[in-house]
Nanobody
Framework: QVQLVESGGGLVQAGGSLRLSCAASGRTFSSYAMGWFRQAPGKEREFVAAISWSGGSTYYADSVKGRFTISRDNAKNTVYLQMNSLKPEDTAVYYC?????????????????WGQGTQVTVSS
């Protein structure tokens, strides 16, 4: 069982940066692959980035590649999403997700555990 709590969202101007954090409970955090997803009003939840249990592999949606960076600190039970060069279309609620062995890192259906989300708003 893993419980996830996101933080770090807020309001930022286009071109700015934010760093999201996702703190996980449980002693087995280092065994879980982690993902970030986002959902804008009226839209489906979509994949943003994912990272393997070791941090050795990372995956990104094309829309954020080169601007966002996912990382993890297993000693702190935390995964991060550094977001640079933010655009108004990045506005959404951002969710952290965890799974022991996701078959498809980019699929929302592959993750068993979810946080409550944190709002990111990018103004133009």
């Amino acid at each position: 069982q893993v419980q996830l709590v996101e933080s770090g969202g807020g309001l930022v101007q286009a071109g700015g940066s934010l760093r999201l954090s996702c703190a996980a409970s449980g002693r087995t955090f280092s065994s879980y692959a982690m993902g970030w997803f986002r959902q804008a009003p009226g839209k489906e939840r979509e994949f943003v980035a994912a990272i393997s249990w070791s941090g050795g592999s990372t995956y990104y949606a094309d829309s954020v590649k080169g601007r966002f960076t996912i990382s993890r600190d297993n000693a702190k039970n935390t995964v991060y999403l550094q977001m640079n060069s933010l655009k108004p279309e990045d506005t959404a609620v951002y969710y952290c997700a965890a799974d022991f062995d996701p078959q498809d890192h980019g699929s929302r259906w592959a993750y068993d555990y979810w946080g409550q989300g944190t709002q990111v708003t990018v103004s133009s």
